[in-house]
């Protein structure tokens, strides 16, 4: 623990967890034995970070948020799995992420520039990649795979093993049971593909040429009434001259839930 750490005097730190230079803990939380935070997190009272846990630098965990404790999962038995979070997360009041099982991964892994909203939940074996947000009481089930840039929109619930594509944007109070391909935009109960995320792909860069050949690839996927192999021969050859493409074709070849239609 560095001399530039400051640690509330009403908070509960084992003295084997390791903080790194420029950490804040707030009053009434607590740090368990075997967690490891990184250069400038702030750690708010009353929160926990408990397990095997690994936060990187510059992390913010608000008041009431919990990281790191037991899956809640009835064949968890005490096991040391863990979590893995990147760095410059922000983790909004009550967030929940618990750590992975050995049936699975045996850790949970969320990357870095993620802002998760109050409520959210990240359940165990999850991985999340980066710059993703979770809107208030967004929920994974276990065993879920959120790819770089995806938003949930409020009361978002994801299920078991589900998997969700870069750039999607799932729309408030949708249930997804099955797999999102990448840049799509989902509603509904269970979730429908509705439309692509034209407006967040042009806020992150993409050309207007990029946006209308994946406009094309939804067309072909969703629009054309082809069977779903028909409909992948044809982004593949697509993809060979459109690089923005390849992350879906590549998200099809890995989807196990089958694709919402």
């Not at 929920?139 to 619930?157: N, P, R």
């Not at 069977?227 to 196990?256: C, D, G, H, I, N």
Request: net charge neutral.
């Amino acid at each position: 623990m560095s001399e530039s750490t400051r640690i509330d005097p009403r908070a509960v730190v084992a003295p084997t967890a390791q903080l790194g230079q420029g950490v804040e803990v707030g009053p009434f939380a607590i740090i368990g034995p075997d967690v490891e935070i990184g250069d400038g997190t702030i750690v708010g009272p009353h929160a926990v970070v408990t397990g095997w846990t690994k936060l990187g630098s510059h992390n913010r965990i608000f008041q009431f948020a919990s990281i790191g404790d037991a899956p809640q999962d009835k064949k968890y038995a005490g096991e040391p799995t863990r979590v893995e979070i990147g760095d410059r997360n922000v983790f909004r009041e009550y967030v929940t992420v618990n750590r992975g099982t050995t049936h699975d991964k045996g850790i949970t892994r969320v990357g870095s520039d993620n802002l998760f909203m109050a409520s959210s939940h990240i359940a165990h074996d999850c991985i999340v990649g980066s710059h993703c947000v979770f809107a208030n009481l967004a929920t994974l089930g276990g065993h879920v795979e959120v790819d770089d840039h995806v938003i949930l929109a409020g009361f978002t619930g994801v299920h078991q093993f589900c998997k969700i594509g870069a750039h999607a944007f799932i729309a408030n109070n949708t249930a997804v049971t099955r797999d999102v391909p990448p840049y799509v935009m989902a509603v509904g109960h269970p979730a429908a593909p509705h439309s692509i995320n034209a407006t967040g792909l042009s806020r992150r860069g993409f050309t207007a040429e990029q946006v209308r050949n994946i406009k094309n690839a939804y067309r072909t996927l969703y629009r054309m009434d082809l069977p779903l192999e028909a409909a992948m021969e044809k982004l593949r050859e697509a993809a060979k001259t459109q690089a923005e493409l390849v992350p879906f074709v590549e998200f099809v070849a890995r989807s196990t839930r089958s694709l919402i239609r």
